[in-house]
């Protein structure tokens, strides 16, 4: 028959067990949700985008379509985000 320190040692084994479960499913479920946010984000994004290139290809809003590529290029640093819009890449800080 175990002693009672056995049984204190088994029931605290479970406990850390049954905590790092609890932990888990946590996670689990922080992530999912930090996973919607941002597929919420990202559509918004594009649903933002397209009203603004439709309002620009329609010449509504008083958005012309060289407001928007200066706005564009004066936002997007990165050399790959510039080349999608034709943008001519930036000059790299080290070779000013």
Known sequence: MP??????????KRL???QTQREQIEARQLARV??????DDTRRKIL??????????????????ETLMALLSDCLTRADDRALFG???LASP???
């Not at 933002?48 to 379509?65: D, F, I, Q, Y």
Request: glycine content about 10%; charged content about 25%.
């Open 3 to 12: 002693t009672i320190e056995d049984r204190i040692a088994a029931a605290e």
């Open 16 to 18: 850390k067990q049954l």
């Open 34 to 39: 930090l996973k919607g946010q941002r597929a």
């Open 48 to 65: 933002t985008g397209a009203v603004v290139l439709s309002a620009v290809e329609h010449g509504e809003a008083g958005w012309s379509r």
């Open 87 to 89: 943008l001519p890449t």
């Open 94 to 96: 080290s070779s000013q």
